[in-house]
């Protein structure tokens, strides 16, 4: 059964609270994510779908747990970052999407010194 993200977010802290997790080190939980963040790379460069699938969905279970250790909303910080980005203008250069301001230093010529 496929549930909409508010309702899936909402297991997942209801969840976390009945094991503790919402008042645990963040800091830890801050290193779950590079753990996590590490075995969707590993799944990326082994061409392992079900490792993403699975390394992404992980990575949001800990993303929704270290928001609550910290007292934000995941949801707002989600719309702090897509306001940010909301009007960026850019290119895409070799498969990574730089932005305007950071394509004058791509465009720059190198200074020996």
């Known amino acids: 059964m496929l549930l909409n993200l508010d309702k899936l977010t909402e297991q997942i802290e209801g969840w976390a609270i009945e094991r503790n997790l919402h008042t645990a080190d963040p800091n830890k939980q801050t290193i779950k994510l590079g753990e996590e963040f590490g075995e969707l790379c ?60 950071d394509l004058k230093e791509v465009a720059r010529p190198e200074v020996s010194l």
């Open 42 to 101: 590993q799944g990326l460069v082994k061409s392992n779908f079900d490792q993403v699938i699975d390394s992404i969905g992980d990575m949001y279970v800990v993303l929704t747990i270290l928001s609550m250790q910290l007292g934000v909303d995941l949801g707002y910080c989600a719309q702090v970052a897509y306001d940010e980005i909301a009007d960026r203008k850019g290119k895409m250069i070799n498969g990574v999407f730089v932005k305007e301001e």
